[in-house]
């Protein structure tokens, strides 16, 4: 997929301002909020179908923001010379988490250590994000990035991925 996604500063799409940092903290903060739900909803030992319900909401939407991230602003951070370590690392949490989401998918609620697996899955997260917060996303606002026009792309392409699922969705029903 090729992107404008490398925009220098200046240049605006016509259709949104978007900040693409302001756009990932959003996601960030709602999967920790849905990490918090599942967490009290394991302490209470809620239903089955309520907790395998809300860690597949944690799985897609995690699925959906790494998507955006590796595909529109991991690639434009490389090419405005933002850290390639912090990227790499960054990318290779995606992976680690995208083994446990799986982990987790292929199992019910009442099988040994699902939610163990969730909260690990919500450390994890929480280890990367903090990390983007404290480093990745301060390197990218100090480069020659255009936050506006990246956001715009990623959130067209969340758009266009969450649609695609609620396709894929419909044809399973």
Do not use: W
Request: hydrophobic residues 40%.
């Amino acid at each position: 997929m090729t992107t404008r996604a490398t925009a220098k500063k200046g240049t605006r799409p016509a259709t949104t301002t978007t900040d693409a940092i302001k756009l990932l903290t959003v996601d960030h903060k709602e999967v920790h909020a849905l990490f918090q739900n599942y967490k009290q909803l394991a302490g209470k030992v809620a239903g089955s179908d309520e907790r395998q319900a809300l860690a597949e909401q944690i799985c897609m939407l995690l699925t959906l923001h790494a998507a955006i991230e590796e595909e529109i602003l991991y690639p434009a951070a490389r090419e405005a010379e933002v850290d390639s370590y912090l990227l790499d690392a960054a990318e290779v949490e995606h992976a680690s988490a995208t083994v446990l989401m799986t982990q987790i998918r292929g199992m019910a609620p009442r099988d040994d250590l699902y939610d163990a697996k969730v909260a690990v899955l919500g450390e994890y997260i929480d280890h990367h994000v903090k990390e983007e917060h404290d480093e990745i996303f301060p390197k990218c606002r100090e480069s020659s990035m255009d936050l506006n026009a990246i956001g715009a792309l990623l959130a067209a392409r969340k758009r266009e991925l969450m649609a695609e699922m609620s396709e894929g969705q419909e044809a399973v029903q």
